[in-house]
């Protein structure tokens, strides 16, 4: 029986919340032991790599996965289309990387990054042969088996990359994992889907789709420049060394903001997407949406705020001491960030991908400015200035949403300004903590149970609605479970009778 909108919306979230928290976890466990194992200029030359990797990234895709999944229809012809020119598109530009790799040792003054680089860049190739596939499965909101397609490969990629750090390899474990990840997950997404290219290339479908996704393209491109421009001014204006306690604090911080706003906007954009025509039903399912991610990431992000540096003392001891108040500025900017792309994946379901990227142009002046002010002082400044860049541009996506789809300013505000208050309140609450006991361990374990206990119990008591639709979420998910086992013991108990 077909499912219903809200169903598949419901279980596209309950896919990809539980992809990015196992995703998440087996993230962090990995990064603990390569924290622990690597130097901080290990990191930093990786994260120089990943850069250059991001911007190939963003050539390849070319805004085509966006419109991909946006169209109402899409044919045989415009998979195979799409699929030729990522292909193509990743090894011309691997090529061109291959032989500037020197320049770019030259540039950061370390002769490790030619045969790193030069390794690490083939990740643009195999990822290039996922990306329709990809596509389609968020196209038909079959998150399932995206989910298996990430979480998969992190199991092993990080596996692989933990053998080769404890054995010395250093960067080249962190190399090593790049392309295992790329590889195992290109695999994963081919078995998981019965799409299969044939050699066609149409022009007409490739500009038609173009016309869609080119100012997603220039958007990406503009974000993904001003987003680098931070690791490539501190590996050029300070040190490697430097850059790896960026990458370390920006690293941990992703972790959380990045894995909420992309499990919300993954379920959200294909679900507006089919309700295109729709607005009315658009603005209720949005608004549902903007209530549960303040619900989830003002507790989540303000918590994790306060309880930064005995989280890093118990995970790493005061290796990464320096990287604290990085993270700590990082995750106010994570909240901005999970809201911009709640707005940013509406505004793009309706179509307006050339609103999207005239605000992402006016934010990235306002990144640009806060660097020029900043970049002399010192690096928790820079990033202080990063946490108020993500300020401004919410609040330009703001009233560009407001504008662009009658979902007024009031209304946004007061969605989420509950959550502020209760999750703010709950965290002044947990500074306290530290006054009770010096040991790190006791302060993680009494902030966050105390933390969970607290907030979950204010919204019961001010009769959620969000709260009480989330866990009972959960709670069906966990019948169904018990339901389906039960089926299967009964079923086997059957054909032993037989």
Do not use: C
């Given at each position: 029986m077909e499912k219903t909108l809200k169903e598949k919306?419901?279980?596209?979230?309950?896919?990809?919340?539980?992809?990015?928290?196992?995703?998440?976890?087996?993230?962090?466990?990995?990064?603990?032991?390569?924290?622990?194992?690597?130097?901080?200029?290990?990191?930093?030359?990786?994260?120089?790599?990943?850069?250059?990797?991001?911007?190939?990234s963003v050539f390849i895709d070319s805004g085509f996965t966006v419109a991909l999944i946006q169209r109402k229809n899409i044919t045989d012809r415009d998979y195979n289309t799409i699929f030729f020119f990522n292909l193509s598109a990743?090894?011309?530009?691997?090529?061109?990387?291959?032989?500037?790799?020197?320049?770019?040792?030259?540039?950061?003054?370390?002769?490790?990054?030619?045969?790193?680089?030069?390794?690490?860049?083939?990740?643009?190739?195999?990822?290039?042969?996922?990306?329709?596939?990809?596509?389609?499965?968020?196209?038909?909101?079959?998150?399932?088996?995206?989910?298996?397609?990430?979480?998969?490969?992190?199991?092993?990629?990080?596996?692989?990359?933990?053998?080769?750090?404890?054995?010395?390899?250093?960067?080249?474990?962190?190399?090593?994992?790049a392309l295992a990840l790329a590889a195992v997950r290109s695999i994963l997404l081919w078995v998981q889907n019965s799409w299969r290219p044939r050699i066609q290339f149409d022009k007409a479908s490739f500009m038609s789709l173009y016309s869609t996704g080119k100012n997603m393209?220039?958007?990406?491109?503009?974000?993904?420049?001003?987003?680098?421009?931070?690791?490539?001014?501190?590996?050029?204006?300070?040190?490697?060394?430097?850059?790896?306690?960026?990458?370390?604090?920006?690293?941990?911080?992703?972790?959380?903001?990045?894995?909420?706003?992309?499990?919300?906007?993954?379920?959200?954009?294909?679900?507006?997407?089919?309700?295109?025509?729709?607005?009315?039903r658009m603005q209720r399912v949005y608004g549902k949406t903007n209530r549960t991610a303040a619900y989830l990431s003002f507790p989540f992000f303000l918590g994790l705020i306060v309880v930064a540096t005995p989280l890093f003392h118990v995970l790493f001891g005061t290796k990464w001491d320096a990287s604290i108040p990085l993270f700590q500025l990082l995750l106010v900017k994570g909240i901005f960030f999970v809201f911009t792309t709640l707005m940013t994946n509406y505004l793009i379901a309706q179509g307006r991908t050339k609103t999207v990227f005239h605000f992402e142009l006016i934010k990235n002046g306002v990144i640009l400015l806060a660097i020029l002010l900043t970049v002399r002082i010192s690096i928790p400044a820079l990033v202080a200035g990063q946490a108020a860049a993500g300020l401004a541009h919410y609040v330009i996506a703001l009233i560009i949403t407001s504008r662009a789809t009658q979902y007024s300013i009031k209304q946004q505000l007061k969605d989420i300004f509950p959550y502020i208050v209760i999750g703010g309140s709950v965290c002044a609450l947990l500074m306290l903590v530290p006054m009770i006991t010096e040991n790190p361990y006791w302060q993680l374990v009494l902030q966050i149970t105390a933390g969970f206990l607290i907030y979950t119990g204010i919204n019961k008591l001010l009769r959620s609605t969000i709260q009480q639709d989330i866990f009972n979420t959960i709670a069906n998910k966990i019948k169904n479970v018990k339901d389906l086992r039960k089926n299967d013991h009964k079923g086997n108990n059957d054909s032993t009778v037989e």
């Open positions: 919306t419901v279980n596209a979230l309950v896919w990809n919340t539980f992809d990015k928290t196992f995703s998440q976890i087996t993230y962090a466990v990995v990064g603990i032991i390569l924290a622990n194992t690597l130097f901080p200029e290990d990191f930093g030359l990786i994260h120089i790599i990943t850069v250059f990797s991001a911007f190939l990743s090894i011309v530009l691997y090529l061109l990387l291959f032989f500037l790799a020197p320049l770019i040792a030259v540039w950061f003054e370390d002769a490790r990054l030619v045969p790193l680089s030069r390794t690490m860049f083939l990740t643009v190739i195999i990822q290039a042969f996922g990306l329709v596939q990809s596509s389609i499965l968020m196209r038909n909101m079959h998150m399932k088996a995206f989910a298996i397609s990430n979480i998969v490969p992190l199991l092993i990629s990080g596996t692989i990359a933990v053998i080769l750090a404890l054995n010395g390899y250093g960067p080249w474990a962190l190399v090593a994992q393209f220039l958007a990406s491109f503009t974000g993904t420049l001003f987003q680098n421009l931070y690791p490539l001014i501190i590996g050029i204006w300070y040190s490697l060394r430097d850059l790896g306690y960026y990458s370390q604090a920006d690293r941990w911080s992703k972790m959380g903001y990045t894995a909420l706003g992309q499990a919300l906007g993954q379920s959200l954009f294909p679900a507006l997407s089919s309700i295109q025509d729709d607005p009315e």
